[in-house]
């Protein structure tokens, strides 16, 4: 199992980034997909996920009317379109696929939010 982010970077409030995150190693159709972040000094949260079909979408309280998950099962790609950015929004972000009981985590890109 494979799973590379890209798409982070530096971005001013109330800037917009869009993360991708390629999939490899599995059946991609076959597995809900999250995004998590991480910012120093906390606990890695969820941010959003989204089901195997696509059809279903949660997103943390913090993020929901701002954050948009989106899936491409032909392409094996998950992407996370962030708007309205603040600076409580830098973190690293995670790909995450739980299969079986084992949990496969991509390398992080980091969003930093500040002017």
């Known amino acids: 199992v494979q799973l590379v982010e890209s798409g982070g970077g530096l971005v001013q409030p109330g800037g917009s980034l869009r993360l991708s995150c390629a999939a490899s190693?599995?059946?991609?159709?076959?597995?809900?997909m999250s995004w998590y972040r991480q910012a120093p000094g906390t606990v890695r949260e969820l941010v959003a996920f989204i089901t195997r079909g696509g059809g279903n979408t949660v997103y943390a309280d913090s993020v929901k009317g701002r954050f948009t998950i989106s899936r491409d099962n032909a392409k094996n790609t998950v992407d996370l379109e962030m708007n309205s950015l603040k600076p409580e929004d830098t973190a690293a972000y995670y790909c995450y696929v739980r299969i079986g009981s084992r949990s496969h985590w991509g390398q992080g890109t980091q969003v930093t939010v500040s002017s």
């Open positions: 190693g599995f059946t991609f159709s076959s597995y809900t």
